[in-house]
Each structure stands twice: as structure tokens, then as C-alpha cells.
């Protein structure tokens, strides 16, 4: 991993917003953040490769992060996105093992970084630490099931799944969900290509199940999304 820049001051207060550390006081968090190191990296910067020894917790601050799986094959496959509050390396703290991914920053990021000795304290000290570590990789599990379930359905069924499972905002027959991440970002996280993607998604639009606006979607026939994805 290339040496970050040190950012100025400290982000003590980024731990409030981590889920990893919600069952501690503001007291005991504040005393968590004292042990960040704060780091900033411009958008494309790697933070580290799969198999780098990386002895480290990274915590999104501002920004966002790229988890991404390259097989031997050089293709690619988006595995997560983690934004503020969200953490990268829980797996490789409580395992001891090397990162099985690549990440980098989808956009200028600032992070909050704890070395492993020093969490390995902090979690002696502040025990329900280990319990929000274990019900995030609990939920990043069953994401990864729901992912499992959808990859076996067609493209414009996996679509729609996505598309249900984004937040919406509006009122009855007028919803609408705003893409999170780029088009082609989706379809590596869908397995599948921006190609296919783009077509899935026009088949919705012609259909007249969807209108798609830049980034945001409006879901004009949620029931119909459903029995997509349902098959």
C-alpha cells in the first residue's frame, strides 16, 4: 500500500457513525477516535491490493471506497461500495489473513484509519466493539445471499431486484430511486455487463415499467418489478 496523506487534524467524531463502534457512550467513542489516524485519498488512489499485508481498519469518513474482486482472468467484479460510516478490513482483523480484495476510492475519500494493535486494545477495553464487527460481516452475509439469489435470475429480473431494494421517496404511483454509483459500477456489482445493463433497462423504459432520467429512476409500475423479479 503506497503512504497516504496525513490529513491535519483528527476525525474523533468519525466513530459516531460507524456501526461497528454504535454500542459505545459518545464518551467512549470520542476515546476511540483518538486513536484514528486520518488519511485522505484523491478519487482512483488505491488503498491497498489483494494479498498486500495490510495490518489496518479503514473507516470511510467523507467519500466512498471501491471493494472490488479480480480473478486470475483480469476481469472485474464490484463487490461493495462502502461510504461514511461504513468500514473496510474487519475481515483480515479478526482472521489475521491478507485482504482477499482490491480497494480503491471512488471519489476524493477521507478516512479514519485504526492500526490492528491499536484495535485490538480498544476491543479489550470496549468489548461491544467485537459485537458490531460481527452483526456487520453478519449483514454484508446476508447481502451476499440476496446477491447469490439474484445472480441466478436473468438480467432485467436482477434489474428490477435492484431496483426495488434502492430507497424511494415519493407518494403511491410515483416513486423514484436515484442510482447510487454509475451504470457500469451496477452492472459489476449485478454481475453482468454495462452493455447488458443498458438494455435491461431500456427493456424496463419501453415496457413502460420505468422512466429513467440521468441517474434517477421512476418506478411507474412497482407491481410489475416485483413479478420481474420474483420470477
Known amino acids: 500500500m503506497r503512504e497516504l496523506t496525513v490529513l491535519d487534524q483528527p476525525h474523533a467524531t468519525c466513530v459516531r457513525r460507524v456501526p461497528i463502534f454504535a454500542r459505545l457512550s459518545p464518551e467512549q467513542q470520542d476515546a476511540v477516535g483518538s486513536f484514528a489516524r486520518p488519511v485522505t485519498l484523491s478519487a482512483g488512489e488505491v488503498l491497498h491490493r489483494a494479498g498486500e499485508a495490510v495490518g489496518q481498519l479503514f473507516v470511510v469518513h467523507t467519500g466512498s471506497v471501491k471493494v472490488v474482486h479480480i480473478a486470475p482472468s483480469g476481469r472485474t467484479q464490484l463487490v461493495r461500495v462502502a461510504g461514511p460510516g461504513e468500514a473496510v478490513g474487519e475481515q483480515a482483523f479478526l ?137
Open 95 to 231: 482472521t489475521g489473513e491478507r485482504p482477499q480484495h482490491h480497494v480503491e476510492a471512488a471519489e476524493e475519500t477521507r478516512l479514519c484509519v485504526f492500526s490492528h494493535a491499536d484495535l485490538a486494545r480498544l476491543v479489550a477495553t470496549y468489548p461491544g466493539i467485537s459485537v458490531g464487527m460481527l452483526r456487520t460481516l453478519s449483514e454484508r452475509l446476508t447481502d451476499a445471499e440476496r446477491r447469490l439469489t439474484l445472480s441466478a435470475l436473468d438480467v432485467p429480473a436482477r434489474v428490477a431486484g435492484y431496483l426495488l431494494d434502492l430507497p424511494a421517496e415519493g407518494t403511491a404511483g410515483a416513486y423514484r430511486v436515484r442510482l447510487p454509483m454509475p451504470k457500469k459500477d451496477i452492472a459489476s456489482w449485478l454481475a453482468t455487463t454495462p452493455e447488458s445493463f443498458s438494455r435491461a433497462l431500456a427493456r424496463l423504459e419501453r415496457d413502460g415499467i420505468v422512466d429513467v432520467a440521468r441517474d434517477v429512476v421512476e418506478l411507474r409500475d412497482p407491481a410489475a418489478l416485483e413479478a420481474l423479479a420474483a420470477r
